[in-house]
C-alpha cells in the first residue's frame, strides 16, 4: 500500500463510521420497518411483507398525496426554471440587478413556516385577498377549498423557492466574460440568440444540479403545507393539499395508534421515486461541457 493510501483512511473512516451510523444504518432500519406491523418502541412488532406496500398501492388518500407530490415536483419545478430564464434574461440588461437579486431571494430568508401561514391566512375567507376582492365588487373566491388549495400552495412555493435559483444562475450567468455578448451584438444576435446559444450553454452545468436540488426538495415537502392549511388550528390538512411528506406524519402522529410499518414504507416508496427522478434529471440534463477558449 503507497503511502498516501495509508494516509488516505485513517481521515476517511471516521467520517464513514459516523456516517454508516447516522444515516445508512437508520435507512435498513426503516427498510425492515416498512416489512412490518409496528406502533414504535414498547409495542409488538408483527411480520407483514409486502403488505403495506399493497395497502398504499390501493390507498386513495396516500394516491392522492402521491400525484401531488410528483405535480409539484414537475410543474413546480417547471415554473420556477421557467421565471428563473426569464429573470436571467431581464436582469443581465438592468442596472442594479445585484440589488434585484436581493429582493428576490429575501423569500429563502424568511421562514417557509412564516410563509405558509401567512399565505394561509390572505387567503382564507375573510382575509385580505377577499377583502380587497370585495371592495372591487368582486366575489369571495374560495382559495382554501378542495378545488384551490393545492394550487394556492404550489403558487405560494413557487414564490418562495424562485429566488433561490435565480441567484444561483445568477451567479454562473455573472462569470461569463461581457466580450463575449459584446461580440454577439456586433453581429445582430437578438437578446433570445444571446441567451440560447451564450448564457444557456455556459450555465447549464449549474443549472442541471439545480434541478436535481429542486427534485430532491421538493419530494420532501412538508412545513409549508402544513403551515399554510392549519394556520391557528390543530386540524389536519385537508386530503386535497397533502403531500407524501404530510400523509407520513399523520399517519405517524394523527389520531390512534402510529402505524410506522406504513408510513416507513412511503419513505421507502419515496426514496425510490427520488432515485429514479434523479437519474432521468441527469439523463435530460446530460450534454457536453461547454467552455470558452
Same mark, same amino acid.
Given at each position: 500500500m503507497k503511502t498516501y493510501e495509508r494516509a488516505f483512511w485513517p481521515f476517511l473512516l471516521p467520517a464513514l463510521l459516523v456516517y454508516t451510523l447516522l444515516f445508512v444504518a437508520p435507512s435498513l432500519f426503516g427498510i425492515w420497518v416498512s416489512l412490518t406491523r409496528w406502533s414504535g418502541p414498547g409495542s409488538e412488532m408483527t411480520w407483514r411483507g409486502l403488505d403495506n406496500y399493497v395497502a398504499l398501492l390501493h390507498n386513495e388518500v396516500f394516491a392522492t398525496a402521491f400525484t401531488n407530490t410528483f405535480v409539484m415536483a414537475i410543474v413546480g419545478g417547471g415554473l420556477i426554471f421557467a421565471i428563473t430564464f426569464l429573470a436571467m434574461v431581464v436582469l443581465r440588461q438592468l442596472k442594479g440587478r445585484a440589488f434585484i437579486r436581493a429582493v428576490v431571494f429575501l423569500p429563502m430568508v424568511i421562514s417557509i413556516i412564516a410563509i405558509g401561514a401567512a399565505v394561509g391566512f390572505l387567503l382564507n375567507p375573510e382575509g385580505a385577498v377577499n377583502t380587497v376582492l370585495g371592495w372591487f365588487g368582486l366575489d369571495p373566491q374560495p382559495w382554501l377549498g378542495p378545488e384551490m388549495v393545492f394550487r394556492c400552495i404550489v403558487g405560494g412555493l413557487i414564490w418562495s423557492s424562485t429566488g433561490f435559483y435565480v441567484a444561483l444562475m445568477m451567479s454562473a450567468a455573472d462569470a461569463i466574460p461581457a466580450h463575449v455578448y459584446e461580440d454577439a451584438q456586433l453581429i445582430g444576435a437578438t437578446k433570445w440568440e444571446q441567451f440560447r446559444h451564450i448564457t444557456l450553454p455556459l450555465t447549464w452545468d449549474v443549472f442541471a444540479v439545480s434541478a436535481v +436540488?429542486? =427534485? =430532491?426538495?421538493? +419530494?420532501? %415537502?412538508?412545513? %409549508?403545507? +402544513?403551515?399554510?392549511?392549519? @394556520?391557528?388550528? @390543530?386540524?389536519?390538512?385537508? %386530503?386535497? @393539499?397533502?403531500? %407524501?411528506?404530510?400523509?407520513?406524519?399523520?399517519?405517524?402522529?394523527?389520531?390512534g395508534l402510529p402505524e410506522l410499518g406504513s408510513a416507513a414504507a412511503m419513505g421507502v416508496m419515496t426514496l425510490l421515486v427520488t432515485a429514479v427522478l434523479i437519474v432521468l434529471t441527469r439523463r435530460i440534463t446530460r450534454r457536453d461541457r461547454v467552455e470558452l477558449s
Open positions: +436540488l429542486w =427534485v =430532491v426538495g421538493s +419530494l420532501k %415537502i412538508f412545513d %409549508i403545507v +402544513l403551515a399554510f392549511t392549519t @394556520a391557528g388550528t @390543530a386540524a389536519a390538512p385537508p %386530503i386535497p @393539499a397533502r403531500t %407524501i411528506a404530510v400523509q407520513q406524519y399523520i399517519v405517524v402522529k394523527g389520531a
